[in-house]
């Protein structure tokens, strides 16, 4: 069974940082993407940040120049460096990767955690 286990999340102050991390367990045998989206009552789940096997990135415009998504395909991690944190960065975020298991490829996504700014 494959899970997906992201830590990280809290309360931070406008303008501070966080470092979400995710780790992908069970039987993979390699992993695609993996991206972060974030999720806020009451809207849609929005894509924030996306690295692919070659490491390419892409961001949504509101997060590009804040935020970092790396990856470790050794620990089947991935990260999201959070910097300049604002009051609408506030969401459950989760991690969600494409990745081949038990030789079959699917989507797998983490459990959520949340991140809150605010003074």
């Known amino acids: 069974q494959v899970q997906l286990v992201e830590s990280g999340g809290g309360l931070v102050q406008p303008g501070g940082s966080l470092r979400l991390s995710c780790v992908a367990s069970?039987?993979?045998?390699?992993?695609?993407?993996m991206a972060w989206y974030r999720q806020v009552a009451g809207k849609q789940r929005e894509l924030v940040a996306r690295i692919n096997s070659g490491h390419f990135t892409r961001y949504v415009d509101s997060v590009n120049g804040r935020f970092t998504i790396s990856r470790d395909d050794v620990k089947n991690s991935v990260y999201l460096q959070m910097n300049s944190l604002k009051p609408e960065d506030t969401a459950i975020y989760y991690c969600?990767?494409?990745?081949?298991?038990?030789?079959?490829?699917?989507?797998?996504w983490g459990q959520g955690t949340q991140v809150t700014v605010s003074s």
């Open positions: 069970g039987n993979i045998s390699r992993i695609y993407h």
């Open positions: 969600h990767c494409h990745l081949e298991a038990w030789h079959q490829s699917g989507d797998y």
